[in-house]
């Protein structure tokens, strides 16, 4: 049985945008806990904000269904124990990985704007209590070298290439990279998802497992009957961002990152409707985007159409199949759940989750971690300027570790 209860003395927190309530909530926090779990939206949308700790449950999966047949073992779960508990989840972009759904032992819950804020815990767990949060030492980042690692990137990117120019049917494929930086101590995780939230406050802030990112890429939205997504394809620094309208290359790519996400819905029977593409301008970058929207009743579960579009074309390629293979071939990464799905469901399948984009994955004790960024290879693609791209990328995580 889990317990739910109103925190005391938090009817102020029912309005605040999301980054705010997250930095209200997080003296909650025990400063023994290394790993919180943290979902954060955009205030316009009208969805939950989480900040959690420890596990109540955990379920696992792997495969093409791996984030439903992990659901439906938490929606049983769920039935059982009552106060309405939500999961958070992350899942690796290799499907032979395996992902998870966690019912953190503590959760802080706004449900929606306007809502109370409520704690779900597990029996015999106490009511967490606020307590000041220590001023940390300064914090010095070094990049651990990779002698190489452009010519690397070079050269993968022109492998990709090269598999476009001899098979016309391939359109796309997206390829990443990553950093690796230590930090003089650990760093707060919680810290770091509180200044995305602050610094991104159009994205969907996470943390689930040590990975830590705002997200501008909705994959999946699903409540009371009604699905959303929004589609990014297409970055340039925002000096340049009106070459975006304008550019073969990058309408290109955009287009074809839609058309992967309206032809799984319609293979599922789902008629969307599309608004786009718009520049949707960030503090680093400024991207295309398109919003697709449809209704579809009570016929799915979020965890379903999740696994119908990942990965889609915007973290993948086209044809999803052929593409995937070459970034096996010629990607020199693991990206762990970098560009997979992270984030959460309740029992009833409603759910909404991003591509985990724009994030760091630390490794226990929080003085390593690993920075990815991706992009889309195309057959006229330089590149030279994709390393820059990737780059200037990772400057949205990077920005809040100082």
């Not at 984030?67 to 290799?94: K, M």
């Not at 579809?296 to 995937?324: F, K, M, N, Q, W």
């Not at 997979?340 to 760091?360: F, K």
Request: with cysteine; proline share 8%.
């Amino acid at each position: 049985m889990l317990l739910s209860t109103e925190l005391p003395d938090s009817r102020f927190l029912a309005e605040v945008p999301g980054a705010d309530w997250l930095s209200a909530v997080a003296p909650l926090l025990p400063a023994s806990v290394e790993r919180p779990w943290v979902w954060g939206s955009p205030q316009a949308d009208a969805a939950p904000a989480v900040l959690g700790w420890g596990e109540a449950a955990r379920f696992s999966a792997s495969g093409h269904q791996g984030v439903q047949h992990a659901w439906q073992e938490f929606s049983r779960w769920a039935r059982q124990v009552g106060a309405d508990p939500l999961a958070l989840g992350s899942f690796p972009f290799s499907r032979r990985q395996q992902g998870d759904l966690v019912v953190p032992a503590v959760t802080v819950l706004r449900r929606a704007p306007g809502r109370p804020t409520e704690v779900i815990a597990a029996p015999g767990t106490a009511m967490p209590i606020p307590s000041p949060i220590a001023p940390a030492a300064s914090l010095t980042l070094t990049e651990t070298p990779r002698p190489g690692a452009e010519q690397a990137w070079l050269r993968a990117v022109q492998a990709a290439i090269g598999s476009l120019t001899l098979d016309s049917r391939i359109q796309k494929v997206v390829l990443a990279r990553a950093v690796e930086l230590s930090a003089s101590r650990p760093v707060r995780q919680l810290a770091v998802a509180a200044a995305l939230a602050a610094r991104f406050p159009g994205c969907w802030t996470y943390a689930h497992d040590g990975l830590v990112g705002a997200t501008p890429e909705l994959l999946v939205d699903l409540r009371g009957g009604r699905f959303r997504c929004r589609v990014l394809a297409g970055t340039r620094k925002p000096a340049w961002s009106e070459e975006l309208l304008s550019d073969p290359k990058e309408q290109r790519e955009h287009a074809l990152a839609v058309a992967s996400v309206t032809s799984a819905l319609a293979g599922d029977g789902i008629e969307p409707l599309v608004d786009g593409p718009f520049l949707l301008k960030l503090p680093n970058v400024t991207h295309l985007a398109t919003d697709i929207t449809a209704e579809v009743g009570g016929r799915a579960s979020a965890a379903r159409i999740v696994d119908d579009l990942h990965p889609t074309a915007a973290v993948c390629g086209t044809p999803r199949e052929e593409a995937y293979r070459i970034i096996g071939r010629v990607e020199d990464l693991d990206r762990g759940r970098f560009s997979g799905p992270v984030g959460w469901m309740s029992a009833d399948g409603s759910g909404q989750w991003g591509i985990g984009l724009r994030c760091g994955q630390f490794a226990p004790g929080s003085r390593q971690v690993r920075v990815f960024a991706g992009a889309g290879i195309m057959p006229s693609s330089d590149p030279a300027k994709e390393w820059l791209e990737t780059g200037a990328k990772m400057e949205a995580f990077l920005s809040v570790l100082n």
